[in-house]
């Protein structure tokens, strides 16, 4: 079983910065990050893949979110910059050990973190 670990959340000003991290057990080369609004469904944000890099599934986080990989700590990275009240919500990095394709759904996801809460508030 993947194991997932999340951390980087927290309270951040409007316009301020954050970066999630997210550790696995073992090597995946699909990983995607979603997250949950408050009163909202859960939504897909991006997704990483080994030789294609970033897939943005959202207009509203491009130039604002990256994603990055560290392979020899089997860790993704989601840098948020320009952070908006709107970007709060638990966000969630998945795995799939399967495949290379980017998918929305979460139900395409093997294995799923814990979620980290990220607020942005005065």
């Known amino acids: 079983q993947v194991q997932l670990v999340e951390s980087g959340g927290g309270l951040v000003q409007p316009g301020g910065s954050l970066r999630l991290s997210c550790a696995a057990s073992e090597f995946t080369n699909n990983i995607a990050w979603f997250r949950q609004a408050p009163g909202k469904e859960r939504e897909g944000i991006l997704c990483i893949r080994s030789k294609i890099g970033t897939t943005y599934l959202v207009d509203s986080v491009k130039g604002r979110f990256t994603a990055s990989r560290d392979n020899a700590k089997s860790t993704v990275y989601l840098q948020m910059n320009s952070l908006k009240p709107e970007d709060t919500a638990v966000y969630y990095c998945?795995?799939?050990?399967?495949?290379?394709?980017?998918?929305?759904?979460?139900?395409?996801?093997?294995?799923w973190g814990q979620g980290t809460q990220v607020t942005v508030s005065s």
């Open positions: 998945a795995a799939r050990t399967v495949g290379s394709l980017c998918w929305a759904a979460e139900t395409m996801y093997n294995y």
